[in-house]
C-alpha cells in the first residue's frame, strides 16, 4: 500500500495562569496569541513594545480560553480517528513541567474514545476488536501500567515490527466502559510526585497504545483486516532544577527526564533538518519506543503545551524552538492491511498449480522448476502447522469466550449488590440487570413512578410488596418460553435444508434429530415454567418454593442447551469434513440423475425425462450437479454456523436469566427472613437452609469486591477463615459488604467520570491501595522460605504453575497468584490456606471475629472507619 508523506500536526495549547502564579504580583502573562488562532508572540509586560519580537507560527494555537475539546476538535481528531481506517497514529503532549501535558492528554483520550465507540456503533457490517496496552518509562526503565508486579520490560528489535516491548500485556476492551476503566487502573499506576511547580507531577512519561482492528467481508467474500495502533504519548515534563528545586530521588526522576527529552528534540531537530543521517533514535528508550511516530508509518500530532507566565518564559521559548522544528518532521503513513494466513496459503496454492503445470508440459520439464515447486511445498506445510488446526482453534476461542463470559457475570454478581451504604438505593447494574431490553424496563416503569425501588434489594426490604416480584418473575419466564420458541424455529429452518438438499450421511442425520428432540425438550421446560407462575396466587411462602423450583429448571435448561450446543458443534465438524462414502453415493446418484441423455427420445412439453422415466436434465445445458451440490452445501453450512452463533446467545440469556431469578429469589429470602424475624424476636433470623445460601451468595460477592478493591490479602485470608456461614456472621458479612460496596461504587465512579471533572482523593487512594498490596505481596514472599521448607516449596510450585527462574523471582511470582482469581472458589480455599501458614494464622478462640469492626458507617467517615488490616499492623511490626 503506498504511503503517504505527512508533516507532523503540531499545535500549543496555553493554560491559564494559576493561582500560584496569579498569588505574584509580579507573574505577569508574557505571551499573546493572534487572532488567527495560528501564531503566538512573546509580549514582555516590562517593556513597552514587541516590535523587536517574532511570532511563532504553528498549525494551531489555543488561547487559555479554549476547552481541551476545542483542542481535540480542532487539533488531533482526525490524527486520532485515522486508526480506524488502517493507519497508525500517534499523538503526544509535550512540555515544561506543570504547563497543562497530564490535563489535555486526559481530556483528548476521553474524547478519543467516545468518537472511536461511536463509530464502531454506526459500522454494524464491520467487526471490530480494540486492544489496550499501557507502558510507562520510568528513570529508563519500563514498566506495564496494567500489570506492574511483571517488573521491567525489556525492548527487543524486530525486523519487521521495529522495536517491541517484551512481554508487554495487551487486553481486549469490551466497550468503553471497560476501556475506561482500563485506563483509569493505568493512570493509578503510574509514577506520580511532588514538586515545587506541581503537586502531582508525573515522574514518567507514559505511553497508552490501543490496537483497532477492523474486518470486513467484501463482496468478492474476501475478507479485509485493517490493523492500526494509537498512541497516547504524556510526556513527563522538562524542569529546570533551579526552578523545581528538587533534590533526592526527584532530582534523579528529573535528570532521566530532561535526558531522555533531550535525545527526544535531537531526533526531531535531525528529522526536521530533511538530512537522512544517523538518528539518535536508540539513545533513549522514548525514542527507540516512539520510532515509528518520528519520521515513520503513522499520522503525528504533537500539542505543546505552555505556561503563560513571565516566570517560565525561558521555559517556553525552549518548548517553542521544539515544536518549531517538529512541524518540519515529514511522516510516511501507509494503511496497514493485513493478508490472513489463510489467502497465503491460497496464494501459494495456486502458483503450486501453475507450476505444476509448467512440469508436465513437456518442454519446460526441468530440475529448476521442481526444486521451486518443493520449496513452495514446504512453506504451505509450514504456514499449515502454523495455523493449527482451524477447528482446534475455534474450540480454544470459544472455551475462552465462555471463561470471559462467566467472570463477566461474576463482575455483574459482585455489582449488583445494593450501592450506598445510607440512602439503601441499588446501583444502575442492579437495575440494568433485571431488565433485558428497553422494552421490559419501560414495562417497569410503569408499576411505579420510581423503578429503582421495584428492583433493589433493600428497596424491596422497605416495601415488601410480592406482587412486583410476581410481575419481574413473569417477566422473565415470559422470555424465557420466547427463547425456546425461537430456538426451535431456527433449528427446523435447518432441518428443512437438510432435507430439501439431501445433504449429509445417516451419521449426520441422527445427529440432526438429537438437536431437535433436544431443543423440543426445551420449549417443553419453558412452558411448564410458565405454569408454574400463572397459576400463582402471590401467597409469599409459596411463592418462594416456586422461585426456588424454577431456579432449578431454569440450571437444567442451561444444561440442556449445553448439550444442543455440543451436538451441533459434532454437526458442524462432521459435515465440514471430507466427503463421506454415503454422500459420495448419493453425489452419484444425482449426476447420473442429471445427465444428459445420450438417445434423444424426449417428448415435448415443459419437462424432460430420461429413458428409464427419472426427471433427466433439461435438453440445452447439462447441469454443473457438482457445482449445485456445492452451493447447498456451503449454504447449510454458512446456517448451521449461525445456528451456533445463535445457540450460543441463547445459552448466555438463558445464565443471565438464571442470575436475574436467583437475584429475585435472595430479595424474597430476605423478605422472608426479615418477616420472621419480627414475627418470632429471633434475633438470628431465617432457616439455616436459606442462611447457607445467602451466605454462599454474599461470601462470593464480597471475594470478588476483595479483589476489585485491591484489599490486602492478609485480610482476605483471616475473613475467609474465620467466617463459616454460622448465623451470627450475618452481621459481619453485611458490614463488610457495605463497606466494600460504597469502595467499589466509589472507585468506579473513578472510572467513569470524565477527567475533568476527577478529583484527586480516590485515584490516590487506588495506587496507594496498589502499592500497598504489592508491599504486602513482597513482604509475604519473603517468609515463603521461613515459613515453607524445601519440598514444599517445590510442591506448592508445581500446584501453582509457577515456572522455574531465580528463586527471589518464583517466590513473588508464587506470591502474586494468590488470590488472584476471585471466581474460582478451590483458588480463594487454597490461597487462603497458604497465606495462614505464611503468616502463622489459625481459627482459634484468641483469633476472634471481633478482629473485623462492626461499624455500619461507610469508610468515607474516617474517623469511624480504622481501614482494613495490613500484614505490618498483624505481625506488630
Ligand atoms: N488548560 C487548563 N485549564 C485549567 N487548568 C489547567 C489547564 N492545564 C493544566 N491545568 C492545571 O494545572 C496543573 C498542572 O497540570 P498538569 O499536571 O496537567 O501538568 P503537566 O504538564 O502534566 O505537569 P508534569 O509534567 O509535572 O506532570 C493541574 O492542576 C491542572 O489541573
Redesign the pocket.
Known amino acids: 500500500m503506498a504511503a503517504t508523506q505527512e508533516k507532523i500536526r503540531v499545535t500549543v495549547?496555553m493554560?491559564?495562569l494559576?493561582h500560584k502564579e496569579q498569588a505574584m504580583h509580579d507573574d505577569l502573562i508574557a505571551w499573546e496569541c493572534f487572532h488567527d488562532q495560528r501564531s503566538i508572540i512573546f509580549n514582555n509586560p516590562n517593556q513597552e513594545s514587541s516590535a523587536t519580537a517574532t511570532p511563532y507560527t504553528f498549525d494551531k494555537v489555543f488561547a487559555?480560553s479554549c476547552s481541551?475539546q476545542q483542542v481535540y476538535d480542532e487539533g488531533v481528531r482526525d490524527v486520532a480517528l485515522s486508526a480506524l481506517s488502517g493507519i497508525n497514529a500517534t499523538i503526544f503532549a509535550y512540555?515544561?513541567?506543570?504547563?497543562?501535558?497530564?490535563?489535555?492528554m486526559r481530556g483528548i483520550v476521553e474524547n478519543a474514545i467516545k468518537d472511536i465507540y461511536d463509530y464502531i456503533k454506526n459500522k454494524p457490517e464491520q467487526h471490530f476488536i480494540l486492544k489496550i496496552a499501557a507502558l510507562e518509562i520510568y528513570n529508563e526503565t519500563v514498566i506495564d501500567l496494567l500489570n506492574p508486579e511483571s517488573g521491567p520490560l525489556r525492548l527487543v528489535d524486530d525486523p519487521e515490527r521495529g522495536t517491541i516491548v517484551e512481554k508487554l500485556n495487551e487486553q481486549v476492551a469490551k466497550d468503553a466502559q471497560h476501556l475506561r476503566h482500563l485506563i483509569a487502573i493505568c493512570q493509578a499506576h503510574r509514577q506520580v510526585g511532588e514538586?515545587s511547580?506541581?503537586d502531582?507531577?508525573?515522574r514518567s512519561h507514559q505511553i497508552i497504545r490501543l490496537t483497532l482492528e477492523s474486518s470486513l467481508r467484501e463482496s468478492s467474500g474476501h475478507e479485509k483486516t485493517l490493523v492500526a495502533s494509537l498512541n497516547f504519548v504524556?510526556l513527563?515534563?522538562s524542569e529546570r532544577i533551579s526552578q523545581t528545586k528538587i533534590c533526592g530521588v526527584r532530582l534523579k526522576e528529573g535528570n532521566h527526564i530532561n535526558r531522555s527529552l533531550l535525545t527526544l528534540s535531537t531526533v526531531i531537530r535531525k528529522l526536521s533538518g530533511g538530512k537522512r543521517g544517523h538518528i539518535p533514535y536508540r539513545d533513549s528508550k522514548l525514542t527507540r519506543i516512539l520510532q515509528s511516530a518520528l519520521g515513520g508509518n503513522a499520522r503525528t500530532a504533537i500539542i505543546c503545551?505552555i505556561s503563560p507566565s513571565l516566570s517560565h518564559v525561558e521555559q517556553t521559548k525552549n518548548t517553542l524552538t521544539f515544536a518549531t522544528s517538529a512541524k518540519e518532521v515529514v511522516n510516511n503513513a501507509c494503511v496497514n492491511m493485513v493478508v490472513s494466513d489463510k489467502t497465503l496459503v491460497r496464494q501459494l496454492q495456486k502458483e503450486v498449480a501453475r507450476l505444476e503445470g509448467e512440469i508436465r508440459s513437456p518442454e519446460l520439464s526441468s530440475s529448476c522448476l521442481r526444486s521451486l515447486l518443493a520449496e513452495k511445498d514446504l512453506k504451505i506445510k509450514q504456514m499449515e502447522k502454523d495455523m493449527g488446526d482451524p477447528r482446534c482453534q475455534r474450540d480454544v476461542a470459544q472455551s475462552q469466550l465462555e471463561l470471559a463470559r462467566s467472570e463477566l457475570e461474576l463482575e455483574r454478581r459482585a455489582n449488583k449488590v445494593h450501592k450506598g451504604s445510607n440512602d439503601h438505593r441499588p446501583s444502575g447494574q442492579v437495575v440494568r440487570c433485571l431488565s433485558f431490553s428497553e422494552e421490559s424496563e419501560s414495562a417497569v416503569g410503569k408499576h411505579t413512578p420510581d423503578r429503582r425501588k421495584v428492583v433493589g434489594r433493600q428497596a424491596i426490604l422497605a416495601s415488601p410488596d410480592p406482587s412486583i416480584l410476581v410481575g419481574e418473575i413473569r417477566k422473565l419466564e415470559h422470555r424465557q418460553l420466547q427463547l425456546c420458541e425461537d430456538a426451535n424455529r431456527a433449528l427446523e429452518v435447518m432441518h428443512k435444508d437438510f432435507a430439501t438438499h439431501n445433504l449429509g450421511n445417516q451419521e449426520t442425520a441422527e445427529r440432526m434429530s438429537k438437536v431437535l428432540s433436544e431443543i423440543k425438550d426445551l420449549v417443553v421446560a419453558g412452558s411448564s415454567l410458565e405454569e408454574i407462575v400463572t397459576a400463582d396466587k402471590a401467597d409469599l411462602k409459596k411463592m418462594i418454593s416456586q422461585f426456588k423450583n424454577q431456579g432449578n429448571t431454569i440450571a437444567s435448561l442451561e444444561r440442556k442447551l449445553e448439550n444442543v450446543q455440543k451436538s451441533i458443534d459434532k454437526l458442524v465438524s462432521t459435515f465440514g469434513t471430507e466427503e463421506t462414502p454415503d454422500s459420495k453415493t448419493q453425489l452419484r446418484e444425482l449426476e447420473i440423475e442429471n445427465r444428459v441423455p445420450t438417445n434423444n427420445n424426449i417428448g415435448g412439453g415443459g419437462g424432460t425425462f430420461a429413458r428409464d422415466g427419472s426427471p433427466a436434465a433439461r435438453k440445452s445445458k447439462p447441469v454443473d450437479v457438482k457445482k449445485i451440490h456445492k452451493m447447498f452445501k456451503s449454504a447449510v453450512e454458512e446456517n448451521m454456523k449461525s445456528f451456533k452463533v445463535y445457540v450460543a446467545e441463547l445459552k448466555e440469556l438463558v445464565a443471565k436469566l438464571h442470575y436475574q431469578k436467583q437475584l429475585l429469589i435472595c430479595q424474597v429470602l430476605e423478605l422472608e427472613v426479615n418477616e420472621s424475624a419480627s414475627e418470632e424476636t429471633d434475633t438470628t433470623g431465617g432457616s439455616p437452609v436459606q442462611w447457607e445460601f445467602v451466605f454462599e451468595e454474599q461470601r462470593q460477592q464480597i471475594t470478588m469486591l476483595w479483589h476489585l478493591c485491591h484489599i490486602p490479602v492478609v485480610h482476605r485470608t483471616q475473613f475467609y477463615l474465620l467466617l463459616r456461614g454460622d448465623p451470627y456472621d450475618q452481621i459481619y458479612m453485611e458490614v463488610e459488604l457495605r463497606r466494600l460496596t460504597w469502595l467499589e461504587q466509589h472507585l468506579s465512579e473513578l472510572g467513569n467520570a470524565s477527567p475533568a471533572l476527577l478529583s484527586d482523593e480516590p485515584a490516590d487512594y487506588v495506587s496507594a491501595s496498589i502499592r500497598a498490596l504489592r508491599q504486602e505481596r513482597e513482604y509475604l514472599a519473603k517468609r515463603v522460605n521461613s515459613k515453607l521448607t524445601a519440598q514444599e516449596r517445590e510442591l506448592v510450585y508445581a500446584e501453582w504453575e509457577v515456572p522455574p527462574g531465580g528463586k527471589k523471582q518464583r517466590r513473588l511470582e508464587f506470591i502474586n497468584k494468590l488470590w488472584s482469581g476471585p471466581y474460582n472458589i478451590h483458588h480463594v480455599q487454597e490461597s487462603a490456606q497458604v497465606v495462614a501458614k505464611l503468616i502463622d494464622f489459625s481459627v482459634s478462640d484468641e483469633n476472634s471475629k471481633d478482629m473485623f469492626e462492626l461499624n455500619f458507617a461507610s469508610p468515607y467517615n474516617k474517623k469511624t472507619w480504622g481501614g482494613w488490616n495490613f500484614v505490618s499492623n498483624l505481625l506488630h511490626l
Not at 512540555?95 to 489535555?104: E, L, M, R, V, W
Request: hydrophobic share 10%.
Open positions: 495549547r493554560r491559564p494559576n487559555p481541551t512540555g515544561q513541567t506543570s504547563s497543562g501535558k497530564t490535563f489535555t514538586t511547580l506541581n502531582k507531577s508525573s504524556d513527563a515534563g503545551t
